[in-house]
């Protein structure tokens, strides 16, 4: 019973911390961060394979329509579209849907889906390109820049499809 209160302070001996009673934010404003702050971009699997088939048969028809276009119609075209679906299909279960949702979780708390898109172009885009400067030489260095910015742009489409069935959900 000194009178300095150290019988009641939990560590005596220490400067007790001073907590102000009023805090210099008002409570409504608080509860509205915490809510913008936990807010989740959630997709949901129709959206998910949505968006992965949409890339995929974009892709497969742009990749044929350039065959047609280069070929001046002597070579596949069109017809090169059923063994771009059948040989294509595996690779895009493979490694285009582990790479769709790579991408998205980052962006979760993203709340532009702007940003999400070009996210997607620029990713899928970029991983297309090292693939493909593996499996060609580099004198196709400008066949290989074409097929990344195509698949960049098809990421870029299929992502861009999904917008109203994410919005929905958030």
Same mark, same amino acid.
């Given at each position: 019973m000194t009178?300095?209160?150290d019988?009641?302070?939990p560590a005596p001996g220490r400067p007790r911390a001073?907590?102000? @009673?009023?805090?210099?934010?008002?409570?409504?404003? +608080?509860c509205r961060w915490a809510k913008e702050d936990s807010f989740s971009m959630r997709y949901?699997? +129709? %959206? =998910?394979? @949505?968006?992965? #088939?949409? @890339?995929?048969? =974009? !892709?497969? +028809?742009?990749?044929?329509?350039?065959s047609g276009i280069v070929s001046s119609g002597t070579g596949f075209g069109w017809g090169l579209l059923p063994l771009v679906v !059948?040989?294509?299909?595996p690779p895009a279960i493979v490694f285009g849907l582990p790479l769709a949702m790579l991408v998205a979780w980052p962006l979760r708390r993203v709340r532009n889906q702007g940003l999400h898109v070009l996210a997607f172009a620029l990713a899928v885009g970029a991983? #297309?390109?090292v693939a493909a400067l593996f499996?060609?030489? +580099?004198? #196709?260095l400008g066949a290989v820049a074409l097929l990344a910015c195509w698949a960049?742009?098809? %990421?870029?489409?299929?992502? %861009? %499809? =999904?917008?109203?069935? =994410?919005?929905?959900?958030n």
């Open positions: 009178g300095d209160d019988a009641a302070d001073r907590y102000p @009673t009023s805090h210099a934010y008002p409570q409504d404003r +608080l949901g699997a +129709l %959206a =998910v394979l @949505t968006g992965w #088939m949409a @890339t995929f048969v =974009v !892709f497969c +028809l742009g990749l044929s329509a350039y !059948f040989f294509g299909l991983a #297309m390109g499996s060609y030489s +580099l004198e #196709m960049g742009a098809s %990421a870029a489409i299929g992502r %861009a %499809a =999904v917008i109203p069935l =994410v919005a929905h959900r």
